[in-house]
């Protein structure tokens, strides 16, 4: 029972190139979530989705954006890569308890 | 301005004694409160939660107080071990309104053995 699964893991990019963080859930829960954690920072909101088919900006959205892909599936695409990027992404799915599951995280540097 | 504040970045305490994690909050619409525990290389993990028509929630070894008049939480952990170390965040929500959580910057505890 794998819950959340991000990939990568890790993550290296040049300032200007473009990548998909992947996130899928196995839960059958309707909402999912972008989060992005930075040291004394907590983790900010980027990008959510409260069922399929729909999306809404978080926090931070800026050179982000997303795709609910199907129930299932939420990607976050940065177009254009920037070292202001550089963070530790979560990608979560929340039930009726309101309690969210989170993945493991991407650590995606840009240089 | 941060809506959620963990004002102790890091905490230490003897293995067997009780941890204290603090959070302060400025929004009065807030009305769920979350704790997660987060390990290095890990995603954090749901601890507990309380809603405002509570004071207490208790879970085993942990226990969330709530004081909505002077806007904090705290968590306490009863007694620590050392697989208790991690950073744990608070998160608040207005959700009757329908609002997203809001986590604060999270506090290091480190248990000694």
């Known amino acids: 029972n794998a819950g959340v699964t991000q990939t990568p893991k890790f993550q290296v990019l040049k300032t200007g190139q473009s990548m998909t963080l992947q996130c899928a859930q196995d839960?059958?829960?309707?909402?999912m979530y972008w989060y992005r954690q930075d040291p004394g920072m907590g983790l900010r909101l980027i990008y959510y989705s409260a069922s399929e088919g729909t999306t809404d900006k978080g926090e931070v959205p800026n050179g982000y954006n997303v795709s609910r892909l199907n129930k299932r599936e939420f990607s976050l695409r940065l177009e254009s890569a920037a070292p202001s990027q550089t963070s530790v992404y979560f990608c979560a799915c929340m039930g009726v308890n309101y309690g969210y599951t989170f993945g493991s995280g991407t650590r995606l540097t840009v240089v | 301005d941060q809506q959620v504040k963990q004002n102790s970045p890091s905490l230490s305490v003897q293995e067997g004694r009780i941890s204290i994690l603090n959070c302060d909050y400025t929004?009065?619409?807030?009305?769920?409160f979350l704790w997660y525990k987060k390990y290095p290389a890990e995603g954090p993990t749901f601890l507990i939660s309380i809603s405002s028509i509570k004071d207490k929630n208790e879970d085993g070894r942990f226990t969330v107080f709530l004081n909505k008049s002077a806007k904090h939480l705290s968590l306490h952990i009863v007694p620590s071990q050392p697989g208790d170390s991690a950073v744990y965040f608070c998160?608040?929500?207005?959700?009757?309104?329908?609002?997203?959580?809001?986590f604060g910057p999270g506090t290091r505890l480190s248990v000694l053995p």
């Open positions: 929004n009065s619409m807030f009305d769920y």
């Open positions: 998160a608040a929500s207005a959700r009757n309104y329908g609002q997203n959580f809001v």
């Open positions: 839960m059958n829960h309707n909402s």
